[in-house]
């Protein structure tokens, strides 16, 4: 095997390694969340969680999934006491 092909073969690992870190498959979210697969489904389709679907399958963007935790994230204070609670 040349050199030129050994550096193609490790700049193609490379750029999977990159993609795999970037997205994620249903399973890993639902996982990550700890949600079952039907209920990721409804996120998905109500549009709260985009996608991209290649020959059948599902993956979401780990920054798409952040962004539905951040957004979803609350704080409540107590009324009696003006105290902060998560």
Not at 15 to 41: D, P
């Amino acid at each position: 095997m040349s050199k030129h092909c050994r550096i193609k073969t490790s700049e193609n690992q490379n750029n999977v390694t990159n993609i795999r870190s970037e997205w994620m498959n249903g399973l890993e979210v639902s996982h990550a969340l700890g949600m079952s697969y039907k209920t990721l489904l409804r996120l998905r389709k109500s549009g709260a969680l985009p996608y991209s679907k290649v020959n059948g399958k599902i993956y979401f963007k780990r920054e798409d999934v952040d962004k539905l935790l951040d957004n979803n994230y609350r704080l409540f204070f107590c009324e009696c006491c003006n105290k902060r609670s998560a």
